[in-house]
């Protein structure tokens, strides 16, 4: 990876609104290269407004019938539970755009096993990937934890990157989160990406934000991401300067 830039907004809504757009261009600049754009989304509540700009203004900018979806992880929950990474993008994009069903590769959450499902979607992306490299983009959350996607710094082999690793896990989300059986990305798929893009908002993702982008701290899994082309880390101001903001911040408050 040679490129990691760092973009701070006053709060999600532009923050949302900016990552629409960069979403928009990179759509449009890998369409003139390539006949498809792969995108992996993220889950948790950060990406929706990001979603809901996609839907909304900038919905007939997209040529959907070339966009693929996946998901970076994903809650072992039905499609339509309210925890459901799934259910949140449905509601608050494929509802309303009209990308081909065929293009939507949600992860499944119907086998019996979780590790049945994990290697059904493995097998998925290595046929939408066969040998080259995998998403355009990836889009990534940060939890106040420092986890993102389902890799979680408790669980030892989520900061894995080599290649003898499956791309799709079963995990087991520390006692803290309501629903604990997952399915996630590894980061051997995630660093086979070109790009991906963290939309970390808030303050109590401050800490988290500081020991990966000041300390690249090891036991935080994205301390390890460094996809083909680039990383790009969208934050509000609570995030990156704390409680204080960024203007007592620069006063020296
Ligand atoms: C999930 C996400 C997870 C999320 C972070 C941040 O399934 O919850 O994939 O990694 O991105 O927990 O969540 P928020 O955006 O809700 O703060």
């Known amino acids: 990876m040679?490129?990691?830039?760092?973009?701070?907004?006053?709060?999600?809504?532009?923050?949302?609104?900016?990552?629409?757009?960069?979403?928009?261009g990179l759509i449009t600049d890998t369409l003139n290269r390539r006949d498809r754009f792969t995108l992996a989304l993220a889950g948790g509540s950060t990406p929706r407004g990001l979603y809901r700009q996609l839907a909304g203004p900038h919905r007939t900018q997209i040529p959907w019938e070339q966009v693929h979806l996946f998901w970076g992880d994903e809650r072992y929950v039905p499609p339509d539970d309210p925890a459901s990474n799934y259910r949140m993008a449905r509601e608050a994009l494929l509802d309303d755009v009209p990308v081909p069903p065929a293009n939507v590769h949600p992860m499944p959450t119907t086998p019996d096993r979780p590790e049945k499902a994990a290697a059904q979607y493995?097998?998925?992306?290595?046929?939408?990937?066969?040998?080259?490299?995998?998403?355009?983009?990836?889009?990534?959350?940060?939890?106040?934890?420092?986890?993102?996607?389902?890799?979680?710094?408790?669980?030892?082999?989520?900061?894995?990157?080599?290649?003898?690793?499956?791309?799709?896990?079963?995990?087991?989300?520390?006692?803290r989160y309501d629903v604990r059986i997952r399915l996630t990305l590894t980061l051997p798929v995630i660093n086979r990406a070109r790009q991906v893009f963290f939309l970390v908002a808030g303050a109590a993702k401050h800490d988290a934000l500081r020991a990966v982008l000041e300390r690249r701290a090891p036991t935080l899994p994205p301390s390890h991401v460094h996809p083909h082309d680039s990383v790009a880390w969208l934050l509000d101001e609570a995030a990156r300067f704390g409680t204080a903001g960024k203007g007592e911040r620069e006063r020296g408050n």
């Open 122 to 175: 493995e097998a998925t992306l290595r046929n939408a990937f066969p040998g080259e490299t995998t998403f355009d983009l990836v889009l990534l959350g940060l939890g106040d934890d420092g986890h993102t996607a389902s890799l979680f710094p408790e669980d030892d082999r989520a900061t894995a990157t080599d290649d003898t690793l499956p791309w799709v896990r079963a995990v087991e989300a520390p006692p």
């Open 2 to 24: 040679n490129d990691e830039q760092i973009h701070v907004f006053p709060d999600l809504k532009p923050l949302s609104a900016a990552a629409a757009e960069r979403i928009v």
